[in-house]
């Protein structure tokens, strides 16, 4: 069975400092991984997708996102925090690249704070 | 293009009572999807139409919840007696239906916000 862990219910960072929300996912076969962003009132967003290729993915709003194998890790980066960067972020996974369901995790709370 | 709209935006009722939530994919999309997030925990999948048809609805937590999709277009589900762990939020997305191994991005809606009192 697939699944997402968010270790980190909440992270304060300082406005200009970098950033990292953690993920990590249990799939088996190739995993198609994803980030997610809401803004307070708002739906889901999307940021960023791995499907294959490079480890690195760049994403919406200067966001970025490194896919580690090895250990299983998704996490999502941004090298200078913006205030309008607090929201909830959420990790998700897919085993099939269309057409299915996604398994989120429980999502983390990000503050940026001024 | 319009995105993918959800209604009420909230709603407050209470146990033993009927809701229905509608949601209205984006034109085109021939997937749908409802999620629902109970407070403090992850988003779970309910169940996925593709057109008029239920792919996949082994998130549904019990028979109270009753979903359709008549026509392909909108969808509504029916919670009903709706119970106290019932509440959350229930977010709708859709997507293309594309073949082969490119990825069908899902778009979500805002959420409808229920509470059950």
């Known amino acids: 069975a697939q699944s997402v862990a968010q270790p980190e219910d909440q992270v304060n960072v300082a406005e200009g400092n970098p950033l990292t929300v953690k993920c990590t996912y249990s799939?088996?076969?190739?995993?198609?991984l994803f980030w997610y962003v809401q803004y307070p009132n708002r739906g889901l967003q999307f940021l960023l997708k791995?499907?294959?290729?490079?480890?690195l993915v760049k994403g919406s709003y200067g966001f970025e996102a490194e896919f580690n194998k090895s250990q299983t890790s998704f996490h999502l980066k941004k090298p200078s925090a913006l205030v309008s960067d607090s929201a909830w972020y959420f990790c998700?996974?897919?085993?099939?690249?269309?057409?299915?369901?996604?398994?989120f995790g429980k999502g983390t709370r990000l503050s940026v704070i001024a | 293009e319009a995105g993918v709209t959800q209604f009420p935006s909230h709603s407050v009722i209470e146990k033993g009572q009927t809701v229905t939530l509608r949601c209205d994919p984006i034109?085109?999309?021939?997937?749908l999807y409802w999620y629902r997030r109970v407070m403090g925990k992850e988003i779970k999948f309910l169940l996925h139409?593709?057109?008029?048809?239920?792919?996949?609805e082994s998130g549904m937590p019990n028979n109270r919840f009753l979903a359709e999709r008549t026509g392909g277009t909108y969808s509504t589900l029916k919670v009903q007696p709706a119970e106290l762990e019932d509440s959350g939020v229930y977010f709708c997305?859709?997507?293309?239906?594309?073949?082969?191994?490119?990825?069908?991005?899902?778009?979500f809606g805002p959420g409808t916000r229920l509470t059950v009192l």
């Open positions: 998700a996974v897919s085993y099939s690249s269309g057409n299915t369901p996604l398994v």
């Open positions: 034109s085109g999309h021939d997937n």
């Open positions: 997305a859709s997507s293309r239906l594309l073949a082969g191994a490119m990825y069908n991005e899902q778009f």
């Open positions: 139409f593709v057109k008029e048809s239920k792919q996949d």
């Open positions: 791995y499907i294959t290729g490079d480890n």
């Open positions: 799939v088996s076969g190739n995993p198609y």
